[in-house]
């Protein structure tokens, strides 16, 4: 069983940083493919972004490509994004993900982290 427990959330002014941590365990953390995802209250679950369980290959949603970068050690089992150029709009609770297939599709996702909230002020 994997357990999932995501750290860095936080208020931040519009324009600045932050960078989100996923700590896995209970399985083989380079078998899974990660994702992030987020939600924003009254709003659907969106994705965020994914990263193949090689950390070969990554995949963003529109809305933060070239802002948000995710990234994963394999020998430290954790996963990360890294989150620039903060817009209130990007507030909302994020969550990491596991599968083992790449996809956006938040059913492929079994495993589920708590979530941690970021808000970003204008």
């Known amino acids: 069983q994997v357990q999932l427990v995501e750290s860095g959330g936080g208020l931040v002014q519009a324009g600045g940083s932050l960078r989100l941590s996923c700590a896995f365990s209970?399985?083989?953390?380079?078998?899974?493919?990660m994702g992030w995802f987020r939600q924003a209250p009254g709003k659907d679950r969106e994705f965020v972004a994914y990263?193949?369980?090689?950390?070969?290959?990554?995949d963003y949603a529109d809305s933060v490509k070239g802002r948000f970068t995710t990234s994963r050690d394999n020998a430290k089992n954790t996963v990360y994004l890294q989150m620039n150029n903060l817009k209130p709009e990007d507030t909302a609770v994020y969550f990491c993900?596991?599968?083992?297939?790449?996809?956006?599709?938040?059913?492929?996702?079994?495993?589920w982290g708590q979530g941690t909230q970021v808000t970003v002020s204008s």
């Open positions: 209970g399985l083989t953390f380079s078998t899974y493919f």
């Open positions: 990263i193949r369980s090689s950390g070969g290959f990554t």
């Open positions: 993900a596991a599968s083992l297939i790449p996809t956006r599709n938040s059913n492929n996702f079994h495993s």
